[in-house]
């Protein structure tokens, strides 16, 4: 990877179509600007030597104790109640009541 | 002894229940005590986004009926407390400081916060935060910066810049806050108040609207480290609602912090000590250690050789998490909707452009750039073993030594405005505060200093896993020494 630009317009463009997010024009351009310094940044990780080095996403294994078993999270498989459909309907943006309404799927 | 922050006279969590159970005090009286600075201050200082004045004054009002039969009075019985807006209280809005979710009422109830609901606290409404809790100057708020009660032309910190504020301006005996990579202490640190970094999985997270699954905290700001202690008893414990919830046992928090901190061994690491420090905040910092030290203490060097990797570690793989969280917030269940858009696809880029700050944009982002095809070895898989090697670092340390000092941040409180320009200039503020969300340790941050005019320096208490009876301990000593 370059150096100087590691992102482009076109990833910035490409990125945010991924997130679902819609950028304005002058949007993209600063964006690209903020991602190329962070990463320029985050491209130290490279002086360590880690190929020896298993990743670490959580922190569980390291708190896992001797009597904790794996298991411990989770439970019975039963149905038990959730959320009051009522509730959880008041704060949807367009519903009939049952249902979350949404504008129709097609391709864009 | 009431705390002496500002010159408000709150009493703390002991004065103010004894008074109540003996009949001195009111819960009643404290929460409007606490309403009244509000009323006076928050239009300048801004730590409060809505507020629960009738059900705040209905259960102090239970409380007090409870106190005049003689009934025994729960753990935090009247205590006015805020809780930060990321976390969901069923009958109070939370944005998380952003626009996406204006309006939203929540169904239900945070764990953390139940336990206090069921401990006699009194909620006194929803606190400003940086939005999503994105952010170290509480300067990202979709609705407004807070301010700094100690000068209001700079930041309280970030992003539970609310939580800190209130504690300070006493518009609140204890608060809630969260932390993801320093949002607790530091602005403890910059409020000149006490807030608390649980260990991982030592607060359940059900309730708190998530932005790093792996790093997220649920944790308390008082003004004493005893308050604080008192409030992580309450909140910590196994939740079944919360799947990364410890089943660890929650020790009395209480029982051995006044045994003073002699005898035990304190590590100093040089890397946290280096360029970029204040000298303020280095001469507060060295003046505590040298007082430890005097007080009986072995103050041990220990090195902590990864630290510089810590920034960029956290910044890819709190993005990355950020990213998947942050992908629910769509238009379609709850939240901002975008009008007029024909296709889904066009509702959800709309409803997220339009209700996502800059800050998040850019972190959602940068999260999914790490996390996409060609780039996810680099970056998330790259900063995955980083982590371990910054946790391991801890883990020797803590072979060493009961618990390692260092300052809660760089600077003390900066001017509102200074580092909006340069998200690599905000980032860096995070730089001793992040290491400990990475290797799922403890911690606090607790007032040890002023800078010549007169902002507040903060000593950060690192410890092991589950080792906070450690952390007040010394905290304890800490805030003795500063008295």
Do not use: W
């Amino acid at each position: 990877m370059a150096e100087t630009e590691r992102v482009a317009a076109e990833d910035v463009r490409r990125v945010a179509e991924l997130a679902k997010v819609e950028l304005t024009a002058p949007e993209v351009v600063h964006m690209q600007r903020d991602l190329n310094a962070i990463l320029g940044y985050v491209a130290q990780l490279n002086e360590l030597d880690t190929s020896a080095v298993e990743p670490m996403a959580q922190v569980s294994d390291v708190l896992r104790r001797g009597t904790q078993s794996a298991t411990a999270a989770l439970r019975e498989d039963h149905a038990t109640s959730c959320l009051d459909r009522q509730r959880v309907m008041a704060a949807a943006p367009e519903t009939d009541g049952i249902f979350f309404k949404v504008p129709k799927v097609i391709e864009r | 002894m009431t705390t002496k922050v500002l010159e408000v006279e709150l009493p703390t969590i002991d004065e103010l229940m004894e008074g109540i159970a003996k009949g001195t005090k009111t819960a009643v009286e404290a929460a409007r005590l606490c309403f009244n600075r509000i009323d006076e201050e928050d239009a300048t200082i801004h730590a409060y986004l809505s507020l629960n004045r009738e059900g705040a004054l209905v259960r102090a009002a239970e409380i007090d009926a409870l106190a005049s039969a003689g009934e025994t009075l729960p753990p935090l019985a009247g205590v006015p407390m805020g809780i930060k807006d990321v976390l969901v209280v069923d009958g109070m809005p939370a944005t998380a400081g952003s626009k996406i979710l204006q309006g939203y009422q929540p169904p239900y109830t945070a764990t953390a916060v139940q336990r206090l609901i069921d401990a006699g606290a009194v909620l006194l409404g929803k606190l400003n935060c940086d939005e999503f809790a994105m952010g170290s100057s509480n300067e990202n708020s979709a609705y407004g910066p807070v301010r700094n009660p100690h000068d209001t032309d700079r930041v309280p910190g970030g992003s539970s810049g609310g939580s800190g504020a209130a504690v300070a301006a006493g518009m609140a005996v204890a608060t809630l806050g969260s932390d993801t990579g320093g949002s607790i202490r530091q602005p403890a640190s910059f409020c000149g108040v006490v807030g608390v970094l649980p260990t991982y999985g030592r607060v359940s997270r059900y309730g708190l609207i998530a932005f790093a699954s792996s790093l997220d905290r649920v944790g308390p700001f008082a003004a004493t480290v005893c308050d604080a202690a008192k409030v992580l008893g309450v909140i910590a414990g196994h939740d079944p609602m919360d799947a990364t919830s410890s089943m660890e046992p929650v020790p009395n928090y209480l029982a051995d912090i006044d045994k003073g901190v002699a005898g035990m061994r304190l590590g100093v690491p040089p890397e946290y000590f280096g360029e970029g420090l204040d000298p303020e905040v280095r001469a507060a910092v060295e003046a505590t250690i040298a007082q430890l030290k005097e007080a009986g203490t072995e103050i041990v060097p220990v090195s902590l050789p990864h630290t510089r990797y810590a920034v960029p570690t956290y910044y890819v793989i709190a993005t990355a998490e950020a990213s998947a969280n942050l992908a629910r917030f769509d238009g379609v269940r709850y939240g901002y909707r975008a009008p007029n858009t024909p296709t889904l696809a066009g509702m959800y880029h709309c409803s997220r452009e339009g209700g996502f700050g800059a800050e998040v944009k850019r972190r959602i982002l940068l999260g999914t750039y790490v996390l996409s095809a060609g780039y996810y070895d680099a970056y998330y898989k790259k900063a995955q073993q980083v982590r371990r090697l910054l946790t391991e670092d801890f883990l020797k340390a803590f072979d060493e030594v009961d618990a390692i000092l260092t300052p809660t941040a760089p600077t003390p409180a900066f001017r509102l405005g200074e580092k909006t320009d340069d998200p690599m200039a905000m980032y860096l503020a995070d730089i001793y505060t992040v290491t400990a969300n990475l290797a799922g340790i403890c911690g606090a941050s607790v007032p040890c200093g002023e800078s010549k005019s007169g902002l507040p320096i903060g000593i950060q208490i690192l410890g092991r896993h589950f080792g906070e009876s450690t952390v007040f301990r010394v905290g304890q000593a800490v805030e003795e020494l500063s008295a």
